[in-house]
């Protein structure tokens, strides 16, 4: 968390408090009214708003329109891997889930037939998701799918699975590779009213397609990841 040059020492002060009540804070809680919590702590409410701003900027506090101020979330550290989201959030002792907002069967387009490697118009499944961590919003995914790769598969089966366990156990392939970008993103206002985050918030954009046994694609994945709550890690090793 760093403080803006311009600060004066009573602003760094008052942050040091503030994060001092927040360290004590569980994630989610709410803050104190803003009265209460200005005359606590013996500054003006526009002072006292102002450093709250600073650390709803730097994601230690969340506005809720409506709802008050919130200790943030912790974040979810996320190492590129070839993981699916559901070994991923185990991994890091919190809870995977899913709810499939929508799905269906359509031709592919000529982008999407490239990136899955099929010829225009094969008919191809999407299936989009909510995913959940502990029960709450951390991506919406859109998955495709080549339809004749997954036979009678509907979004349905997906519900609170992963489509690698069910690729695996249902239809025998294992996912054996993939290629997968990532960049920063302004969540639409789609995927935020999903999210449960103010449209134009920070995200994290992945696509990714994966390859199984035999090298033919099994899917390209785009998914919206929440900024406030999840970060990206990488292993870095010295050059030969």
Same mark, same amino acid.
Request: aromatic share 4%.
């Given at each position: 968390? !760093?403080?803006p040059p311009t600060e004066t020492d009573k602003?760094?002060?008052?942050?040091?408090?503030?994060?001092? =009540? &927040?360290?004590?804070? !569980?994630?989610? @809680?709410?803050?104190?009214? %803003?009265?209460?919590?200005?005359?606590?702590?013996?500054?003006?409410?526009?002072?006292?708003?102002?450093?709250?701003?600073?650390?709803?900027? #730097?994601?230690?506090?969340?506005?809720?329109?409506?709802?008050?101020?919130?200790?943030?979330?912790?974040?979810?550290? /996320?190492?590129?891997?070839?993981?699916?989201? !559901?070994?991923d959030m185990r991994s890091r002792g919190l809870?995977?889930?899913?709810?499939?907002?929508?799905?269906?069967?359509?031709?592919?387009?000529?982008?999407?037939?490239?990136?899955?490697?099929?010829?225009?118009?094969?008919?191809?499944?999407?299936?989009?998701?909510?995913?959940?961590?502990?029960? %709450?919003?951390?991506?919406?995914? #859109?998955? /495709?799918?080549?339809?004749?790769?997954?036979?009678? =598969?509907?979004?349905? #089966?997906?519900?609170?699975?992963?489509?690698?366990?069910?690729?695996?156990?249902?239809?025998? /392939?294992? &996912?054996? !590779?993939?290629?997968?970008?990532? @960049?920063?993103?302004?969540?639409?206002?789609?995927?935020?009213?999903?999210?449960?985050v103010e449209a134009g918030s920070p995200s994290?954009?992945?696509?990714?397609?994966?390859?199984?046994?035999?090298?033919?694609?099994?899917?390209?994945?785009?998914?919206?990841?929440?900024? #406030?709550?999840?970060? &990206?890690?990488?292993? &870095?090793?010295?050059?030969?």
């Amino acid at each position: 968390m !760093s403080a803006p040059p311009t600060e004066t020492d009573k602003q760094r002060r008052l942050r040091a408090r503030l994060a001092e =009540l &927040i360290a004590a804070m !569980s994630p989610g @809680e709410p803050l104190p009214a %803003e009265r209460d919590l200005a005359r606590e702590l013996g500054v003006a409410r526009m002072t006292l708003r102002r450093a709250v701003d600073g650390l709803v900027a #730097d994601s230690v506090l969340v506005r809720r329109q409506g709802a008050g101020t919130f200790v943030a979330p912790a974040k979810v550290a /996320h190492r590129l891997a070839a993981n699916s989201f !559901s070994a991923d959030m185990r991994s890091r002792g919190l809870r995977p889930g899913s709810r499939t907002l929508r799905s269906g069967e359509a031709p592919a387009g000529v982008v999407l037939a490239a990136l899955l490697e099929v010829p225009a118009g094969t008919p191809v499944l999407h299936v989009r998701r909510l995913r959940l961590a502990d029960d %709450e919003p951390m991506a919406v995914e #859109d998955l /495709h799918v080549p339809a004749d790769l997954v036979p009678g =598969l509907t979004g349905a #089966d997906l519900e609170d699975r992963s489509y690698y366990e069910v690729l695996a156990e249902r239809y025998g /392939h294992r &996912i054996a !590779s993939g290629l997968q970008t990532a @960049e920063a993103a302004l969540t639409s206002a789609e995927d935020a009213a999903v999210l449960g985050v103010e449209a134009g918030s920070p995200s994290f954009c992945f696509e990714r397609t994966s390859r199984v046994d035999g090298g033919r694609v099994a899917e390209f994945v785009r998914s919206v990841y929440r900024g #406030d709550r999840y970060r &990206i890690m990488a292993d &870095i090793f010295p050059s030969a």
